[in-house]
């Protein structure tokens, strides 16, 4: 310490030193390439949101999910009765099906590609790309829907608010802005038009989609009153 070395001038001992370091025989540990995180894509590097003005869902929702199934599960007794029924392509139409739907559905494929204990691993691997991506809304209705939850003008507490958003879900999308009395950037989650409505609809026709795999006993093993739960928790969180 400074103070020691004030009252004894030969502090530290003349012998003393510093553990040598062997720097030619130490070699630095490196990750293993799967290991590494992923690089975050730079503005310039995103693929730009194509945007849209929302659509008001239609009463027919319920008969177009149940059309979609139905032609799923027809194609699914085809591939058998033709012996090309595979688990890759089984796993690849229902994630087909999944992103048809959208919202919640794709929330569901998401949760199953984690059950490897019930389901077959190329099952897994194809809900494992399930992605929920859409369309953007425009500036005026996305202000629209924030003035609304902040009972005030947008101006009131953003300088600068990007009007394009920088990523976009089925249910809401991103905006990156500037807050004007903290002085700082933030990232505005903005909840698409009608989007509780489509969640609490969508949760209601899983169930009914849940009820007829277990009449079934498709795949028996899996709990599916389980999965009913986290999306019930996942939409109240959303």
Avoid at 46 to 70: D, E, I, Q, T
Avoid at 136 to 152: M, S, T
């Amino acid at each position: 310490p400074h103070w020691w070395s004030q009252w004894h001038p030969t502090w530290p001992p003349p012998h003393a030193s510093s553990p040598s370091v062997d720097t030619e025989s130490e070699q630095p540990v490196m990750l293993p390439s799967k290991l590494s995180p992923t690089r975050l894509l730079r503005p310039s590097e995103r693929s730009p949101v194509v945007m849209a003005r929302p659509r008001k869902p239609s009463r027919l929702r319920a008969w177009y999910v149940l059309y979609h199934f139905c032609l799923m599960s027809c194609a699914f007794l085809f591939l058998r009765l033709t012996g090309r029924f595979s688990r890759r392509e089984y796993g690849r139409r229902v994630r087909h099906f999944l992103e048809r739907m959208g919202t919640l559905w794709i929330r569901a494929g998401q949760i199953l590609a984690l059950r490897s204990d019930v389901f077959s691993a190329e099952f897994c691997d194809e809900l494992s790309q399930l992605r929920d991506k859409g369309t953007g809304i425009p500036l005026d209705i996305a202000q629209a829907v924030i003035e609304q939850e902040l009972q005030a003008p947008l101006a009131q507490y953003f300088d600068e608010f990007e009007p394009q958003p920088f990523d976009a879900t089925t249910i809401s999308q991103v905006h990156l802005a500037h807050l004007r009395d903290e002085n700082l950037w933030v990232a505005v989650n903005v909840q698409r038009p009608h989007a509780e409505w489509m969640f609490r609809h969508d949760a209601a026709l899983i169930r009914r989609t849940v009820a007829i795999l277990q009449l079934f006993s498709i795949h028996s093993n899996m709990r599916w009153h389980d999965l009913c739960i986290e999306l019930d928790a996942l939409m109240a969180r959303e």
